[in-house]
T-cell receptor, first 110, second 115 residues
Framework: QKEVEQDPGPLSVPEGAIVSLNCTYS??????FMWYRQYSRKGPELLMY????GNKEDGRFTAQVDKSSKYISLFIRDSQPSDSATYLC??????????FGTGTQLKVEL | NAGVTQTPKFRILKIGQSMTLQCTQD?????MYWYRQDPGMGLKLIYY???????DKGEVPNGYNVSRSTTEDFPLRLELAAPSQTSVYFC??????????????FGPGTRLTVL
């Protein structure tokens, strides 16, 4: 079983929709989680990180962690075409390494 | 700051050829990483370094070598290229390492094809 799993998509939504991107993880030792955004043919960039359970909001983006079910979510409100990218969840494991999910490709249509 | 820079952007190699992928960061970060990204497979860690002179293997180190003689540079060496090494390679750096909240900053990537 992979330590962090994501549905690869692609996910296509109309502009203005609320988007929900999800990950599951298997390692109970993970203490916090990150979401990276990767535009086509670019390197990933950190979007948000969040500790433990609960929500963290940053503008149109909300990160949510449910440690009891080992479920991580990223919500995007009022989605824009500029949000079209691949979104990767990640968690720090042992030995200074990040474990990444495979990424979910999102397309926001006009 | 230029951040993390990688050269070349693209490269085509023949089987058995060697090459070095260059990575430089100007943020004075201690930690540097090399990843490969294959379609639908996410990012896999090849090697990482916690400081000049110190390197360690990641998840998929076979077929690669690294060195870290300075804080700024972390080159990745492919000695005998194989088609399985066709991928996009990303270099990243961070100040403290991912156990804290410090971000990993990624370079733009090198697209490598081995024929």
């Amino acid at each position: 079983q992979k330590e962090v799993e994501q549905d690869p998509g692609p996910l296509s939504v109309p502009e203005g929709a609320i988007v929900s991107l999800n990950c599951t993880y298997s390692n109970s030792a993970f203490q916090y989680f990150m979401w990276y955004r990767q535009y086509s043919r670019k390197g990933p960039e950190l979007l948000m990180y969040t500790y433990s359970s609960g929500n963290k909001e940053d503008g149109r983006f909300t990160a949510q962690v449910d440690k009891s079910s080992k479920y991580i979510s990223l919500f995007i409100r009022d989605s824009q075409p500029s949000d079209s990218a691949t979104y990767l969840c990640a968690a720090p494991g042992g030995g200074n390494k990040l474990t990444f999910g495979t990424g979910t490709q999102l397309k926001v249509e006009l | 700051n230029a951040g993390v820079t990688q050269t070349p952007k693209f490269r085509i190699l023949k089987i058995g050829q060697s090459m070095t992928l260059q990575c430089t960061q100007d943020m004075n970060h201690n930690y540097m990483y090399w990843y490969r990204q294959d379609p639908g497979m996410g990012l896999k860690l090849i090697y990482y370094s916690v400081g000049a002179g110190i390197t360690d293997k990641g998840e998929v180190p076979n077929g690669y070598n690294v060195s870290r003689s300075t804080t700024e540079d972390f080159p990745l060496r492919l000695e005998l290229a194989a088609p399985s090494q066709t991928s996009v390679y990303f270099c990243a750096s961070s100040y403290q390492g991912p156990l804290g909240t410090d971000t990993q900053y990624f370079g733009p990537g090198t697209r490598l094809t081995v024929l």
